[in-house]
């Protein structure tokens, strides 16, 4: 790179080779000037209260990169599907935001790799943050003004490797069931609130209940439920009641019954450790445990978004979360802007 120096009062026509950065606390953080712009006589007093004396044109070498091509090259490499950007570097730092609704999966073995090249850098939201359309999800530059080619091409074949390191998954609108189980419930002996828990939660990401039933604490009854759920068309299951160790909990059982594969009981989350994953075909089921009356968040939070993202969840996905999984149980809940869940 060949760089001339030319005072900033006789740089009146020069195209400014670089963004220059204004401070001014409390009020504003950005670009005063953008790359590009011709200087005019207007300008150079301003230049001069933000500390230029001097500005450099820039000449450079066929297998060098300006900061800003660096960043367009970075960011075509680190979005993944439904992640999108535009081509307007600011300050050599371009932005990656969400395309649609949805749950942001992060790579996070690329990402480091990305980021152990000299020169370069992603910052992300959490692997598994829910995100709206046009949110912000990750963000990339070429740290110095100038750098080799060779350096930025490494660092976006890391990225384009796997299919770029930030994706959106879209949620599916699920038809879901909910059983209620637990005899006290069923001969109304005390008021069911299950249900317009799961409902709102549902409906909070976009699904829908289909099917509602009550049963006592009864294997055979329970079953029969979940193949009429079934026979109606839903698409997702979820049950309460019948959780936990007592002999008489024998929702597990009917779950079995119906013909569950991959049933996974217990998961590294509190509150949540009494929670269930099956399938029945490709039809998911969750069993929610009575935490879910008592704690606004629970291990449930956490596993509903994915499994409407279309992952399955089972037993090493459930043990992963516990790092991160455990609630503070805070007097005010701040999820989803806390640490919980955000380990995995």
């Not at 000037?33 to 500390?51: E, M, N, P």
């Not at 193949?227 to 979820?238: K, M, P, R, S, T």
């Not at 059982?253 to 509190?270: C, E, F, P, Q």
């Amino acid at each position: 790179m060949r760089v001339k120096i030319i005072p900033v009062e006789e740089a009146v026509g020069t195209e400014l080779a670089h963004d220059i950065t204004e401070i001014r606390p409390g009020e504003f953080k950005g670009a005063a000037f953008h790359r590009g712009h011709r200087v005019s006589a207007q300008d150079v007093c301003h230049l001069q209260k933000l500390g230029k004396s001097h500005l450099y044109v820039l000449e450079l070498e066929e297998d060098e990169i300006h900061e800003d091509e660096a960043a367009a090259v970075l960011a075509h490499a680190l979005a993944g599907d439904n992640v999108t950007w535009d081509n307007a570097p600011r300050e050599g730092k371009i932005k990656l935001v969400a395309a649609v609704d949805g749950l942001l999966r992060v790579h996070v073995a690329a990402l480091a790799a990305f980021n152990m090249v000299d020169e370069v850098m992603c910052a992300t939201l959490h692997n598994g943050t829910l995100v709206r359309r046009g949110d912000l999800v990750a963000a990339t530059r070429a740290i110095p003004l100038v750098m080799k080619r060779g350096v930025i091409e490494k660092a976006a074949a890391i990225a384009s490797a796997h299919g770029g390191v930030v994706s959106v998954r879209p949620l599916r609108a699920a038809s879901a069931a909910l059983i209620i189980t637990g005899s006290e419930v069923y001969h109304g002996l005390i008021q069911d609130r299950f249900a317009p828990i799961l409902q709102s939660k549902l409906e909070h990401l976009g699904s829908s209940v289909r099917f509602l039933r009550y049963l006592p604490d009864d294997a055979e009854k329970i079953c029969a439920a979940i193949h009429d759920a079934l026979e109606q068309g839903c698409d997702l299951l979820l049950l309460t009641g019948g959780m936990s160790v007592d002999p008489d909990d024998v929702t597990r059982v009917g779950i079995a019954a119906a013909g569950a594969r991959a049933m996974h009981y217990g998961s590294a989350v509190l509150p949540g450790a009494m929670f269930l994953t099956a399938w029945i075909g490709s039809v998911p089921v969750l069993g929610v445990p009575a935490c879910a009356l008592h704690h606004k968040v629970t291990v449930l939070d956490l596993v509903l978004p994915r499994i409407l993202a279309g992952e399955e969840v089972g037993k090493t996905q459930l043990a992963l979360m516990g790092h991160g999984g455990l609630c503070r149980d805070c007097p005010q809940c701040h999820f989803p802007h806390c640490p919980f869940g955000k380990g995995c």
